[in-house]
């Protein structure tokens, strides 16, 4: 599983849901391109601060 979430498909998120969880539990950063929220910035391509 690639560790930039930006990446992840649908079905990667369905077959990874824990994982995908624990990283965005608690979101403090958004990526600019995708829109996708994590609580680490190195879970993203185009990290921002929310």
Known sequence: MS???CA???EDIRN???EF???IEGA???C????????DLKY???PGYL
């Open 8 to 10: 992840w498909k649908k």
């Open 16 to 18: 990874n849901e824990e």
């Open 28 to 30: 403090k950063f958004y």
């Open 44 to 46: 993203l391509c185009r």
């Open 3 to 5: 560790k930039n979430m």
């Open 32 to 39: 600019k391109n995708c829109g996708r929220a994590s609580n």
């Open 21 to 23: 969880k624990k990283r």
